[in-house]
């Protein structure tokens, strides 16, 4: 009998993992010409999560493209986690996603079956979503890779962006922390096939849940984004100099998955958290926190939860109300956004 491929073997990094780090890639967009336009609403010169074209008053296309090596060996696993991972930039900015294009590439030897099944998790994923996927493109490759075009609605005045917290806002975090770290504890044959699992529902669980809980609840958002390949320290930077506010940090907070401390613990840490060190070390005061618990922080996420900042007067109702919600795998206070002081670090983690 043929032996099932390992998908993880044919990739060099897993997931978000590959992703280029957030100060190489400010390098290469350096001196790029943005053209201007007045309804380009957000372009990516905004480090956001998704560019917003606004083509009337009351409606705007919200467009992301994501993709990755496998962070999965089962082939569905593997589509469905890479669309939900695309998908989820369109949420982080309010938006519906309505329909998308797969983005593939494959080894020509491929068994057909599997590009099949791969293809049948995006789909089945989508459809979830609400979306249709309509067309793609694909390309012959030696390491498999997969993801999504999509494009979204929002309303211009509904929109959420990465930039808009406001001093005393609290932060929220709708997923249980780790992926990264179990990813690679279980790609070293370090993590039990029950932490894998959970590692992988959490990454197939979409982040339409958490948006749908605000926008139906009436909650306020004054920033979202969805933490992915620049750990949640990347991510949160971005929001904080975007508001040119600075944030604390209670990294005890956060769920985190079964497995992902104790293999921190054990340095089972994928190369993209020592880029994201790199790029946000400087911003950051860990004061006395546990090393590993920092690295749980610094560590790419691939299709994490969205991390909000919501007015603190609504911040325990928010987080009562995502709980109450089943489909909603974490709802953590992790933070809250403070002045900034110049001079001191944009993140202070206690």
């Not at 293809?119 to 498999?144: C, F, N």
């Not at 089972?268 to 749980?296: K, S």
């Amino acid at each position: 009998m043929t032996q099932p491929i390992k998908l993880t073997k044919l990739a060099e990094c897993a997931g978000c993992g590959a992703k280029v780090g957030a100060g190489e890639l400010a390098r290469l967009l350096e001196g790029l010409d943005v053209r201007r336009d007045p309804n380009l609403l957000v372009g990516f010169d905004k480090s956001d999560d998704a560019a917003v074209y606004r083509v009337s008053e009351d409606l705007a296309i919200v467009e992301t493209l994501d993709f990755f090596p496998p962070i999965a060996d089962d082939p569905y696993t593997y589509g469905a986690i890479a669309a939900a991972n695309a998908l989820s930039d369109v949420w982080a900015m309010g938006g519906e996603p309505k329909v998308a294009l797969n983005i593939m590439a494959v080894p020509e030897d491929m068994p057909k079956d599997v590009v099949h099944q791969i293809l049948r998790g995006g789909y089945e994923k989508v459809y979830e979503a609400g979306a249709s996927i309509v067309g793609g493109h694909s390309i012959y490759d030696e390491e498999p890779k997969y993801g999504l075009s999509v494009t979204g609605f929002v309303e211009p005045g509904s929109m959420w962006t990465n930039a808009g917290a406001r001093e005393g806002d609290v932060l929220v975090y709708t997923k249980p922390l780790g992926i990264g770290i179990v990813v690679t504890a279980a790609k070293g044959g370090l993590a039990t096939p029950e932490q894998l699992s959970l590692a992988e529902e959490a990454m197939m669980r979409l982040n339409r849940w958490p948006h749908d809980v605000a926008l139906e609840g009436g909650f306020t958002v004054d920033a979202a984004t969805d933490v992915t390949g620049f750990g949640v320290m990347g991510h949160l930077l971005e929001m904080a100099q975007g508001a040119g506010l600075a944030c604390e940090v209670d990294a005890g907070a956060f769920d985190v998955l079964p497995g992902a401390l104790e293999a921190a613990r054990l340095g089972l840490l994928p190369a993209g958290t020592y880029r994201n060190r790199h790029f946000a070390a400087d911003y950051v005061d860990g004061g006395d926190t546990e090393l590993a618990l920092l690295d749980l922080l610094f560590t790419p996420e691939t299709s994490g939860g969205l991390l909000f900042a919501v007015p603190a007067e609504e911040a325990d109702a928010f987080v009562a109300t995502l709980t109450a919600d089943g489909r909603v795998l974490a709802a953590c206070a992790v933070g809250r956004m403070v002045a900034a002081r110049e001079g001191a670090p944009r993140i202070r983690v206690r």
